[in-house]
C-alpha cells in the first residue's frame, strides 16, 4: 500500500512538472508576437536584443532558441539563459554575472599595485567587468608569472571572492612572496682552452656576493641567462673557435624552490685561421670600394664580429645607392685538415627602392615635429642608408628617448618603394642637479638645479639654477629653443643674478651680477655647432668690512657701479657614446666673450676636452683638461668678477669650491686671469655589481692652478704654483641624476688653502 501511494504521487509530480514548464520539452514552430527579457540589472536590453537571432515576426523553433542561448553565453556577462514561450511571446531568462567591485592585494612588496594591477588587465580582470571563475584562474597565473620572473618561485597566492550589495563582488589576492631563488652554482662543463672562472667572469649572473642585494645579479632569470650564453658564444666565436657549439643547457631548482644550480656543456671545436677573402655577386662595379670596407684580416683568426661588422658595412653601403634590400651572405669554406677557413662574400642588391612615408611611433609626448625636423632622409627621396642612419642618430642625441629604431617595410603591391617607421621610447627629460660642500669656515652650502629638455613635448627646455650659500647666492633663469628657425639655429635666453661675498656675516662687502643674455646655435655640419649672441650685464659693489684692494681700486677707477656689453662666440662637439656614463669618444668645447662696449672691457676665453678609452670591458681611462684665458681691453684693468678660481668637483677635488686662486693683503680670494685643470680618472665597475655600469667606482688625480691677475696684487708667488691631489670616488646613475662622491686628499698645498676631504654632486662629471 505504501509502495503504490508513493507511484502516485511521482506520477502527479512529473504531470505538474510537464504542464507547467512547457518549455522544457520541444515546441511546434510559431511566429514571435513579442520577445520580453526578464533578469536585467546592469546590462542593456539592446545588448540582448541585438544578440539574438530570432526577432519579431521571424519563426521561431527548438534551433533557434538552442542558437539563442549560445549566442548569449557568449557574451560573457550572464550566469544562467534560459528560453521560455508564452503563447506566441518569447521569455528570455536570464542571471548576470556578478560585476567586480574592487581588486586588492595583500602581501605585495615585490611590486607596485599598479603595475599588478594593468597585469591582470591583460588577462581581462579588472573593475567593473563581470566576474568569471576562469579569468580568477588566469590571473592567478599571470601573478605567479610576474614573480617568477622575479625570481620568486616560491610565490604563493590565495583569491578570496567577497560578495557585496547589487551583484558585485570585491577580490582579494593574497600574496606569500616567499625568498627569492638564487643561483647557488654556475658549471661550464667541456671548456679546455679558457679557464671556468674566466668564462663565468664573463656572465652577467653570479652565485653572488656583497652587493648582491643591489645587482641581484644572483636571482636567476631566463632572458639573463640567454644573454649570458650569447655573450660566451661571442667569446669563442671571435677568437677563431668556428665550430663552437652549447651542447645542452641545464637548470635544476631545489626542493625548497630558492637554490638554483646551472650547468652549461660546451664543445669548443678547433681554431681556425682564416686564409683568404674573397668578393661574389654584383657589387655595382664597385668591388674596390667594398673591398676597402672588410675587416676580415687573412692570417688572423677567425672572429665572428669582424664578419658581422663587414656584411653589415656593405648592406649599409647598399642603402647609400638606394636598395634597401641588399642582403650579403658571409660563405665559410672549412679546410678542417689545416684548421684553415676561407670566407666569400655573395651579395645579391636586389633593387633600388624609394621612400615612400615616414611614420613615427611610440611619441605620446613628443610632439612629431620635433622628431621630424631630425630627419635627413625625406618622404619621396631615393632610400639613401646614411641619411637614415645620421636621421635615427640626430633623433637619438636630443636625450628625449630611451630607445631609438628604425625599421623598413616594403609597400604591398609596390616593390620599389618601402615605408620608414621610427619606433621611439620616451624617458623622462627632467633633470635635478644637487651639490653639497662643508668646511668649518662656511659650513654648508647647497646648489639646486632643475632643467626640463623637452618641455611641453615642444622641443624647447626650462631650467632654473639656486645657489643657497650664504657667501656665494645665485638665481639663474634659462630657455632654448632648438630650432628657433627652419634650418636648425637655436637660441638661448639667460638672465641671471649672482652675489657673493667672502664671509657669512652681511656687514662684510658683497659683490652683485644681474644681467641677461641671447646666444644663437648655427649648425655648420651634422657634428659642429657654433654659438655667437650678446649680453648686458651690471655689477654691483656693496662697500662693506674689509673690502679687498683689488675691490676699490675697481670702484675708484669706474664706479660701484659698471656695466658691460659682452658679444660671445662659441664652438662644440661630442663623439662620446653616453652623456651619463661614457666609456668611449670625446668631448670638446670652446667658448669666447668679448666685451667691446660699456665700462668694463676685457676678453675671456675657455677651451675644454674630454677623452674616454675603453681599456677593457670593465675598465675606462678618462681625462679631463680645462683652460681659460682673460686680458683687458681698450686700457681698461680685467674686471675682478671675470676672474678664475679653481678648487672643487670639477677643477681640483680635496679643495674647496672656488678657493684656488691669489689672495690679497687681508687673505681674500681674489681669482686669477688664467686657469688650467688636469684630471685623470680610472673607472671600473663597483665591486660586487658585475659589469653594471650604473654603479661605478673610481680612482683619480687631479692637478690645476689659477694665475694671478695682471694688477700684481698676489703677495705669495706659491699662489700661481700647480695645486694637485689624488683620491677615490663612486659614481650612480641615480633616479635624479648622476651622483659623484668624492674622497681626496691633497699631495700638493699651500698653508692658506681651504681643504674639503669629501664632496659630492648630483648632476655633473669629472
Known amino acids: 500500500m505504501h509502495f503504490n501511494r508513493f507511484r502516485l504521487n511521482a506520477l502527479a509530480a512529473l504531470a505538474t512538472l510537464v504542464l507547467s514548464t512547457p518549455s522544457a520539452w520541444a515546441v511546434d514552430p510559431f511566429t514571435v508576437r513579442d520577445i520580453r527579457i526578464e533578469g536585467l540589472q546592469r546590462v542593456e536590453p539592446g545588448t540582448v536584443f541585438v544578440s539574438l537571432p530570432v526577432q519579431v515576426g521571424d519563426i521561431y523553433n527548438d534551433d533557434k532558441g538552442s542558437a539563442a542561448i549560445r549566442a548569449l553565453f557568449g557574451l560573457g556577462l550572464f550566469k544562467d539563459v534560459r528560453i521560455e514561450t508564452n503563447g506566441d511571446v518569447l521569455v528570455v531568462v536570464v542571471e548576470e554575472r556578478p560585476t567586480i567591485a574592487a581588486v586588492e592585494f595583500v602581501g605585495t612588496k615585490e611590486f607596485d599595485k599598479d603595475v599588478l594591477v ?334 626640463q629638455e623637452n618641455a611641453f613635448g615642444s622641443g624647447n627646455s626650462l631650467g632654473i639654477q639656486i645657489n643657497t650659500s650664504k657667501i656665494n647666492r645665485v638665481l639663474v633663469l634659462n630657455t632654448t629653443d632648438p630650432y628657433f628657425t627652419e634650418d636648425g639655429v637655436s637660441r638661448t635666453i639667460d638672465l641671471y643674478e649672482k652675489t657673493s661675498s667672502p664671509y657669512q656675516d652681511t656687514s662684510y662687502y658683497k659683490l652683485i651680477t644681474a644681467g641677461g643674455s641671447m646666444r644663437f646655435g648655427v649648425p655648420f655640419t651634422e657634428i659642429d655647432t657654433v654659438f655667437f649672441g650678446a649680453g648686458i650685464e651690471k655689477t654691483t659693489i656693496e662697500p662693506g668690512t674689509l673690502l679687498p684692494t683689488s675691490y676699490a681700486n675697481y670702484a675708484n677707477e669706474y664706479g660701484y657701479s659698471s656695466y658691460a656689453l659682452p658679444f660671445t662666440v662659441g664652438w662644440a662637439r661630442d663623439s662620446r657614446d653616453s652623456s651619463l656614463a661614457p666609456t668611449n669618444g670625446k668631448l670638446q668645447r670652446a667658448y669666447a666673450e668679448w666685451s667691446f662696449a660699456g665700462d668694463s672691457r676685457y676678453l675671456r676665453t675657455t677651451y675644454q676636452y674630454q677623452q674616454y678609452a675603453p681599456i677593457s670591458k670593465q675598465l675606462t681611462a678618462a681625462f679631463n683638461a680645462d683652460v681659460g684665458w682673460g686680458r683687458a681691453a681698450g686700457g681698461r684693468t680685467f674686471p675682478i668678477f671675470k676672474r678664475f678660481y679653481g678648487g672643487g668637483l670639477g677643477s681640483v677635488r680635496g679643495f674647496e669650491q672656488g678657493s684656488l686662486g691669489p689672495m690679497d693683503a687681508n687673505g681674500t680670494i681674489v681669482g686669477g686671469d688664467s686657469k688650467l685643470n688636469l684630471n685623470f680618472e680610472l673607472l671600473a665597475p663597483f665591486p660586487g655589481v658585475g659589469n653594471d655600469r650604473t654603479l661605478r667606482m673610481y680612482a683619480f688625480l687631479d692637478a690645476g692652478m689659477v694665475g694671478g691677475p695682471d694688477n700684481g696684487l698676489a703677495i705669495n708667488a706659491d699662489a700661481n704654483s700647480l695645486r694637485s691631489s689624488v683620491g677615490v670616488g663612486i659614481s650612480w646613475i641615480s633616479p635624479v641624476g648622476p651622483l659623484r662622491l668624492a674622497f681626496a686628499k691633497p699631495i700638493r698645498k699651500f698653508d692658506n688653502d681651504r681643504i674639503q676631504n669629501m664632496q659630492f654632486q648630483i648632476g655633473t662629471s669629472f
Open 118 to 451: 594593468k597585469s591582470l588587465r591583460d588577462v581581462g580582470l579588472a573593475d567593473g567587468r563581470p566576474f568569471d571563475k576562469a579569468q580568477m584562474d588566469r590571473a592567478e597565473q599571470e601573478l605567479k608569472r610576474q614573480y617568477i620572473n622575479r625570481s620568486l618561485y616560491a610565490a604563493q597566492v590565495v583569491t578570496t571572492v567577497t560578495p557585496i550589495e547589487r551583484n558585485r563582488v570585491n577580490l582579494t589576492f593574497t600574496v606569500t612572496e616567499g625568498d627569492p631563488a638564487q643561483i647557488s652554482e654556475i658549471r661550464i662543463v667541456g671548456n679546455k682552452v679558457f679557464s671556468e672562472s674566466t668564462l663565468r667572469g664573463l656572465f652577467d649572473l653570479d652565485t653572488g656576493g656583497w652587493m648582491s642585494w643591489y645587482t641581484k645579479s644572483n636571482r636567476y632569470s631566463r632572458a639573463k641567462l640567454n644573454a649570458d650564453i650569447e655573450t660566451l658564444r661571442s667569446y669563442y666565436l671571435t677568437r677563431g673557435y668556428l665550430e663552437f657549439k652549447i651542447e645542452s643547457t641545464q637548470v635544476a631548482m631545489a626542493p625548497n624552490k630558492t637554490d638554483i644550480g646551472i650547468t652549461i656543456n660546451i664543445s669548443e671545436g678547433e681554431r681556425f685561421v682564416v686564409s683568404g677573402v674573397k668578393l661574389a655577386g654584383n657589387y655595382l662595379e664597385k668591388n674596390d670600394e667594398f673591398k676597402s670596407l672588410v675587416t676580415i684580416r687573412p692570417g688572423q683568426a677567425y672572429n665572428a664580429d669582424d664578419v658581422a661588422k663587414t656584411s653589415k658595412a656593405f648592406t649599409d653601403y647598399f642603402g647609400n645607392f638606394g636598395y634597401a634590400f641588399a642582403r650579403v651572405e658571409a660563405i665559410p669554406e672549412v679546410d678542417r685538415v689545416n684548421n684553415r677557413v676561407s670566407l666569400t662574400l655573395q651579395a645579391n642588391p636586389s633593387r633600388r627602392a624609394y621612400v615612400r612615408k615616414i611614420n613615427v611611433a611610440g611619441n605620446t609626448r613628443t610632439r612629431d615635429v620635433v622628431v621630424r625636423r631630425e630627419f635627413r632622409q625625406l618622404e619621396s627621396s631615393w632610400y639613401d642608408g646614411d641619411k637614415i642612419r645620421l636621421s635615427r642618430d640626430r633623433v637619438d642625441r636630443l636625450g628625449y628617448f630611451g630607445e631609438v629604431g628604425v625599421e623598413t617595410q616594403e609597400v604591398p603591391g609596390s616593390p620599389d618603394q618601402v615605408d620608414l617607421t621610427l619606433n621611439v621610447t620616451e624617458k623622462p627629460t627632467g633633470s635635478l642637479s644637487l651639490g653639497a660642500g662643508f668646511s668649518s669656515g662656511d659650513g654648508l652650502g647647497l646648489s639646486f638645479g632643475l632643467k
